[in-house]
């Protein structure tokens, strides 16, 4: 495991709007924001070169694309992450595969997201 990041939190969603305002959200709340990233590939790369202290990941990326591969490189570093999404665990296999990890669902409840990086970045 590399050592994680000071207080940097990874923002991956493909909707942009949604993305930029968490980014905006997060940094008002005093976080550094790695990303927001709108693909998998390059939030793997900024992963690898940076590893953040926490991150916020939308399940699905558009088409049949998905945030699997982001979440399993931050769970094999240890680095605590939340799923964005409206789907529950039964229809999706990202969330079949990650079952421990918390969801939060769309539209997001900005204070409790806050909260909870809050509260990870923290521990």
Known sequence: MRNVGTT???ILDDEVIVALDLAQTVEDAGFSVSGPFHAAAP????????????????VNLG??????????LLSDMDVPFIFLTGYDVS???V????PA???VSK???????????QKTVVR
């Open 107 to 117: 539209p997001v409840d900005m204070v409790g997201l806050i909260g909870w990086v």
């Open 8 to 10: 940097s939190v990874l």
């Open 43 to 58: 939030a793997l790369q900024a992963i690898e070169q940076a590893p953040p202290r926490a991150a916020i990941l939308d």
């Open 91 to 93: 229809g999706s296999d």
């Open 101 to 103: 990890v918390e969801r």
């Open 63 to 72: 088409g049949q694309k998905t945030s699997r591969d982001v979440a399993a």
């Open 95 to 98: 969330l079949e595969a990650f």
